[in-house]
């Protein structure tokens, strides 16, 4: 399955391709990693809520579908499948209003992708690294009807009521990288070299959402 932003996922849903074509779905959270203790290398994570995030998605906490994922809980350094994974997940469940997952890591003295691991474990450890992603596949789903959250936009907030967890990421940036396209500071846009300010902020972002509007509708063509 290949994993896309929100803003992606979105796209695709408004011309209904997103199911058809298998598309799941990228969601960071930023949450300190807990200590457990007793047990040896292994940190747990907070990797949803269901609160709304700044894509202006919820996803339901009681959606959760995790039977797939517990028969291989591989946890991905970045969402990579190309990399060796740098852990394995246990004790993935709902704790109150979040989904948690405890992550044992590889040991460091393994030949291949142990020192990898334990750079990571040792950062998350550190409280260098804060942030997990989920990747799932939505299942049951409706865009929001508040226009607070979006309602009369191109990309709208989403409730995510069911989903299937396909897997988890330790990531860097808990933030989707397509936030970086409305900055609030001034900066050439790549077409025109004009400038970004205070002024035409809103005009950019709505630039930038017809210039990723049609480079996904580009590359699916």
């Not at 209003?97 to 020192?115: M, N, Q, R, T, Y």
């Not at 300010?197 to 580009?218: H, I, P, S, V």
Request: aromatic share 8%; proline share 6%.
């Amino acid at each position: 399955m290949q994993l896309v932003s929100a803003r992606a996922w979105k796209a695709l849903a408004k011309t209904k391709t997103a199911q058809a074509l298998g598309f799941g779905i990228r969601k960071q959270m930023l949450a300190p990693a807990e200590p457990i203790r007793g047990v040896l290398r292994s940190l747990r994570f907070t990797i949803s809520t269901g609160c709304c995030d700044r894509e202006n998605d919820m996803i339901s906490v009681a959606g959760w579908d995790l039977a797939n994922f517990t028969r291989n809980p591989v946890v991905l350094w970045g969402h990579d499948t190309s990399l060796l994974p740098i852990g394995r997940a246990f004790d993935v469940g709902l704790d109150g209003d979040a989904l948690k997952a405890s992550v044992e890591f590889i040991p460091a003295d393994l030949p291949e992708g142990g020192a990898f691991a334990e750079s990571v474990y040792r950062l998350a450890q550190e409280g260098f690294l804060h942030a997990t992603s989920v990747g799932f596949r939505p299942t049951k789903w409706d865009f929001t009807t508040d226009p607070a959250r979006g309602a009369d936009d191109w990309f709208p907030g989403i409730d995510f009521q069911a989903q299937e967890l396909v897997e988890f990421s330790v990531v860097t940036v808990p933030a989707n990288p397509e936030a970086l396209i409305e900055p609030a500071i001034a900066m050439p846009q790549p077409e025109s070299g004009e400038e970004i300010t205070g002024f035409n902020e809103e005009q950019a972002r709505a630039r930038a959402r017809r210039r990723r509007a049609l480079q996904l509708a580009q590359a699916m063509g």
